[in-house]
């Protein structure tokens, strides 16, 4: 990550057009990892949680709804803060706090001490995502689909892996190996204390106008634009309303449905979650190069027969469906987050913010709202109801088309 003596004699000479710095796109991935990997501790644990607690799904859909709301309604606020006042070092903050909410798990004896908990790995959140999405913007020299799709494929692989570990290391020991976990927090510490150097170093040159800025604004009314955002997060509601059904209570679901242990359906959500992680590699790039509006169409539309077909599925078919699901739903996200990025133009922190923390709202809103349905019928009837939801890309038929050459 270091400027070389020939580069820096260069940039005396004119300012530089930055291409795409992959060294920095992998590791703000790798930190994405270890970020939500930790994150993903929360829900994978709740079987355990659930019989230590003697929760009812009431009870964990608030838990939910407390990490979400806490890792959603700060975002917007940071990241329009860090578009004017860019905090490099605030990435390794972030880490702290969520170290220290998975400290506090670890040792809850509570339901109100694993809501306290919760939360700061909700501020944890909060602070990392506005800022990590703009290095990966920062650092994509013009390729933003490619580079929110390596970003997004960092959070969803160590979303896939954390339910996995906890099978392995929490779930047959008891809900004080949780503290393992920090070991992710501190790794990721000393990451993005390198990242940090690199973004400070970045900003110095643009200060400097070193480096062209290459945003450009789109030729839409106000008006449009508006509407265009309001469209974009109707279909983030879709996408992770049903993802919360999946990443909460598809455990829940296998367990009732099928007769499966907790470990056989902590398999079969990191299934479900590696799938997720997949498909978000595919939808950047695509969507680079064919335009990001059919991407939406396929990603979000395009899940609604295989969502549909899932609740009447015996258990080999519901397997094989979530991962057809997984795939295409989550070649949306990275689509969505540029398209918004590029609508509104040096506005990247905002955005990412509005835009992550709109995510997390709707999984903990969606969480709350399906687990009390759950209790109040069938966790089968949740999978029945969820299912229409990805018919609301029918939407992304008013987005305009902003594909550039």
């Given at each position: 990550m270091n400027i070389s003596s020939a580069t820096a004699s260069q940039t005396i000479q004119a300012p530089l057009v930055q291409k795409t710095v992959y060294s920095v796109l992998f590791s703000i991935a790798f930190a994405h990892l270890l970020n939500d990997l930790m994150q993903s501790v929360i829900p994978s644990t709740y079987p355990i949680l659930k019989e230590n607690f003697s929760l009812s799904f009431t009870q964990i859909g608030l838990i939910t709804f407390v990490f979400q709301l806490t890792a959603s309604i700060l975002q917007p606020f940071i990241g329009f803060y860090t578009d004017k006042y860019p905090k490099p070092?605030?990435?390794?903050?972030?880490?702290?706090?969520?170290?220290?909410?998975?400290?506090?798990?670890?040792?809850?004896?509570?339901?109100?001490?694993?809501?306290?908990?919760?939360?700061?790995?909700?501020?944890?959140?909060?602070?990392?995502?506005?800022?990590a999405s703009r290095v990966a913007y920062l650092g994509s020299g013009g390729k933003r689909g490619l580079a929110q799709s390596i970003f997004q494929l960092g959070g969803n692989s160590g979303s896939a892996i954390g339910p996995l570990l906890v099978a392995l290391v929490v779930a047959p020991f008891g809900q004080s190996n949780i503290i393992w976990f920090v070991i992710a927090g501190i790794l990721g510490i000393i990451i993005l204390s390198q990242i940090a150097?690199?973004?400070?170093?970045?900003?110095?040159?643009?200060?400097?106008?070193?480096?062209?800025?290459?945003?450009?604004?789109?030729?839409?009314?106000?008006?449009?634009?508006?509407l265009s955002i309001a469209v974009l997060l109707l279909l983030i509601f879709s996408k992770f309303f049903y993802m919360a059904s999946m990443s909460s209570y598809f455990t829940f679901y296998l367990m009732h449905k099928f007769g499966l242990t907790i470990q056989e359906s902590q398999?079969?959500?990191?299934?479900?979650?590696?799938?997720?992680?997949?498909g978000t590699l595919i939808g950047g790039p695509l969507g680079d190069r064919f335009g990001r509006k059919y991407i939406i169409w396929i990603s979000i539309l395009g899940a609604a027969p295989f969502t549909l077909l899932l609740p009447y599925a015996n258990l080999f078919w519901t397997g094989a469906l979530s991962v057809i699901i997984?795939?295409?739903?989550?070649s949306a996200f990275s689509a969505i987050l540029v398209f918004a990025q590029e609508l509104m133009p040096g506005k990247v922190g905002m955005i990412s913010g509005l835009f992550f923390g709109f995510a997390f709202g709707m999984g903990g809103l969606g969480s709350a709202i399906l687990g009390y349905v759950a209790d109040q019928t069938s966790i089968e009837y949740v999978y029945k109801l969820s299912s229409f939801l990805p018919l609301i890309g029918v939407f992304t038929y008013f987005l305009p088309n902003i594909k550039k050459k």
């Open positions: 070092y605030s990435l390794v903050i972030a880490m702290l706090f969520t170290i220290t909410g998975l400290g506090f798990l670890s040792i809850s004896t509570s339901f109100w001490m694993l809501l306290v908990s919760v939360a700061f790995v909700g501020i944890g959140s909060s602070i990392f995502h506005p800022e150097l690199w973004y400070q170093n970045h900003l110095n040159l643009r200060a400097a106008k070193k480096i062209v800025n290459e945003d450009v604004a789109v030729p839409l009314s106000k008006r449009k634009i508006n398999f079969h959500l990191f299934i479900f979650l590696a799938s997720v992680a997949a997984g795939i295409i739903i989550a």
